[in-house]
């Protein structure tokens, strides 16, 4: 099969691994929002489609038969483009999306927000220097809220916001074990991040528990309407082997 995976995560290089294994003929799409990121087996196309139309018309052009969304949890309007496009296009499509926190058994205590402007807020009220942990995107979100706060951004690739003087900028990329967690986490009093789920950055959730730290987590949205959702890579081969007939 030709297919086309939207990737940027753990679970779509695992998947374009299993299906270049397969035999088929995966190209794998990257947004191009991080600068050295980890490539996958497989053809790789870098940079946005122009849209629904643009991806539709991809899609068309390229004679692909499926395509899989394994973009980020949080990368909502990608996905959205992408239910939509796959719909205009008449190409078969499945979410790729690994479970979020909220099984987790000290969830229950966790501070759950909207959006990252109540993340902000309630983060403001919680603590004098919080731990960010939300992504270079998101930060201007929380800039007026926390500008007098003693802030610890970590972050892969630098902001392309000026930062509040008061804040230490910290540029580093997982996975990341507990004691690299405890020593990044000394001295904050408040951890903030977005339900992405998954274990490459679960630590800081486990220390934020040994440490007594509250905990600021931003929902997920639901995936499109009409939108079918796998957890796993395995999950996501096996919806491509039953439109394969192998």
């Not at 995966?26 to 790789?44: Q, Y």
């Not at 394994?70 to 499945?94: D, Y």
Request: aromatic share 4%; glycine share 10%; charged share 25%.
């Amino acid at each position: 099969m030709r297919l086309l995976i939207l990737g940027g995560t753990r679970e779509a290089r695992a998947l374009a691994e299993l299906l270049v294994e397969d035999g088929d003929e995966v190209v794998t799409s990257l947004a191009g929002r991080v600068a050295r990121p980890r490539l996958p087996v497989g053809a790789v196309r870098i940079g946005g489609f122009g849209g629904i139309d643009g991806l539709a018309e991809h899609l068309r052009a390229h004679a692909v038969d499926a395509m899989v969304d394994a973009t980020h949890p949080f990368a909502e309007r990608i996905s959205a483009n992408a239910a939509a496009a796959s719909e205009q296009a008449g190409v078969p499509r499945v979410r790729l999306e690994r479970p979020g926190w909220s099984g987790r058994a000290d969830a229950g205590t966790w501070h759950w927000v909207g959006d990252h402007d109540e993340a902000a807020q309630v983060a403001a009220n919680l603590g004098r220097r919080p731990f960010l942990t939300v992504g270079r995107q998101s930060l201007h979100r929380f800039l007026e809220p926390l500008r007098a706060h003693a802030c610890v951004v970590r972050v892969v690739d630098p902001p392309e916001i000026e930062l509040p003087d008061a804040w230490t900028l910290v540029q580093s990329r997982g996975p990341y074990t507990h004691d690299h967690e405890r020593e990044a986490m000394r001295g904050t009093d408040v951890l903030v991040t977005k339900d992405s789920g998954g274990s490459h950055t679960e630590a800081k959730l486990d220390v934020a528990a040994e440490l007594e730290i509250p905990v600021v987590v931003v929902r997920r949205t639901d995936a499109p309407a009409g939108v079918s959702v796998v957890r796993d890579a395995a999950d996501a081969r096996a919806w491509v082997r039953a439109r394969s007939g192998r």
